[in-house]
């Protein structure tokens, strides 16, 4: 994938675009989506596969320049990993 230079401005426009709810996207040429729940103590984002049964990681934090994401695997060992703003293309919605 390549990479290309993005403004400040281009950079805050993704982030907040990722912070949607069913936001879809590619990126190392696979398919992801954005799930986004509510509890009491604040909104939680997730990024999952765009299958049915698509494997998924928790939002850690959304950066200036890209997501960090977590999960625990069935021994509590933690996982991490980031998506690059500059490396996300969004897929355009048909309407």
Request: hydrophobic share 35%; net charge positive.
């Amino acid at each position: 994938m390549k990479e290309r230079k993005l403004s400040k401005n281009q950079l805050a426009e993704i982030r907040a675009r990722l912070m949607q709810d069913g936001t879809v996207f590619n990126s190392f040429g696979e398919q992801w989506k954005v799930s986004k729940s509510t509890s009491s103590v604040g909104d939680i984002h997730a990024i999952y596969h765009n299958d049915m049964f698509g494997k998924g990681m928790n939002v850690s934090k959304f950066g200036p320049t890209c997501v960090t994401l977590y999960t625990y695997d069935m021994l509590g060992n933690k996982t991490v990993g980031k998506f690059r703003y500059d490396l996300i293309e969004f897929v355009k919605e048909e309407a």
